[in-house]
Nanobody, 123 residues
Framework: QVQLVESGGGLVQAGGSLRVSCAVS????????MGWFRQAPGKEREFVAA????????YYADSVKGRFTISRDNAKNTVWLQMNSLKSEDTAVYYC????????????????WGRGTQVTVSS
């Protein structure tokens, strides 16, 4: 069974940076497309970024494009989300998700999820 564990969340001032990580175990990591989603209080879960199994293809939500970078290391079974120029509206629980092989940008296409890590941006 695939297990995903996020880490690296915390409190940061607006304009600052934070990197969250997702460690994956239980299956061959390189077989999976990976995504980051977030959910703010009272809002639906939304897509943030995704990366293909090889790392050659990435997708970003318009709201984070140019500020966030998704990356992965298949040898370390880890995917990261580097977040720069953070804004108060980036405050949310950030979730890591995995799906077989191909990357996707909608949450229902992902079979495996972590429990999330809280990111809070103070203004």
């Amino acid at each position: 069974q695939v297990q995903l564990v996020e880490s690296g969340g915390g409190l940061v001032q607006a304009g600052g940076s934070l990197r969250v990580s997702c460690a994956v175990s239980g299956h061959t990591f390189s077989n999976y497309g990976m995504g980051w989603f977030r959910q703010a209080p009272g809002k639906e879960r939304e897509f943030v970024a995704a990366i293909s199994w090889s790392g050659s293809t990435t997708y970003y939500a318009d709201s984070v494009k140019g500020r966030f970078t998704i990356s992965r290391d298949n040898a370390k079974n880890t995917v990261w989300l580097q977040m720069n120029s953070l804004k108060s509206e980036d405050t949310a629980v950030y979730y890591c998700a995995a799906r077989s092989r191909f990357v996707a940008t909608t949450s229902f296409e992902y079979a495996y999820w972590g429990r999330g890590t809280q990111v809070t941006v103070s203004s």
